[in-house]
């Protein structure tokens, strides 16, 4: 069983904008990592583009073990002060990302590309690891990971990390890179935002 990342994308309530260290705290107190077999880390922030999204980033040894925690008392414990949080139908994916120290830079550029219908695959992966090599030395750029996400083999996700969000436009507005991502435009469907995230304390 590998490691698997589980990325929440969501509505927030106006009580969590109010005062987010309040409700995570609670969210703490209630289930802490001793208590969450498997699990082993967090990263909670705000997208830039719409503040009032929230990401949360959650490391598992395994999806067994998540699906396994989600059985327990302590999941059952937590529901209440994630109410108070979510607003509307949270956003789920499991992908098994290779490297998510990504997740640790200023910002994080969050990219889904859903493969169109009657598209290549093997096209895709193919553009995904050009783009992956042109990142390789680029100004304020942090490192990037991308792999399908579970259940759903036609979407391939991406993190990448940057100094800013103007870092990320200034890459790709121009150059190899753009000429690599409007390849991509044409066998897939290009989602991307981005958000600043911390690591749960």
């Known amino acids: 069983m590998e490691p698997v990342t589980k990325i929440m994308h969501f509505k927030t309530s106006s009580s969590y904008l109010e005062d987010p260290s309040r409700l995570i705290s609670e969210l703490t107190t209630t289930c802490s990592a001793g208590k969450m077999d498997g699990f082993s880390k967090a990263y909670l922030g705000f997208e830039v583009e719409d503040p009032t999204n929230a990401f949360w980033v959650l490391e598992w040894a395994s999806l067994a073990a998540h699906s396994a925690y989600r059985q327990t008392e302590a999941f059952k414990a937590i529901q209440a002060t994630a109410q108070q949080i979510v607003t509307g139908q949270p956003k789920h994916m499991f992908v098994n990302f290779s490297d998510t120290k990504i997740f640790s ?97």
């Not at 889904?112 to 096209?123: H, I, R, V, Y």
């Not at 783009?131 to 991406?158: E, R």
């Not at 935002?193 to 690591?199: R, S």
């Open 105 to 201: 830079a200023p910002v994080t550029e969050f990219v889904t590309f859903t493969l169109k219908e009657g598209a290549s695959m093997d096209k895709l992966e193919l553009l995904v690891a050009q783009l992956q090599t042109g990142l390789v030395g680029t100004p304020n750029f942090y490192g990037s990971s991308w792999a399908p996400v579970i259940d759903q083999p036609n979407v391939i996700y991406g993190v990448l990390g940057w100094e800013s969000v103007q870092a990320h436009w200034d890459a790709v507005s121009s150059g190899p890179l753009k000429d690599i991502i409007d390849q991509v435009k044409e066998v897939a469907d290009l989602w991307l935002v981005h958000a600043i995230l911390a690591p749960s304390k």
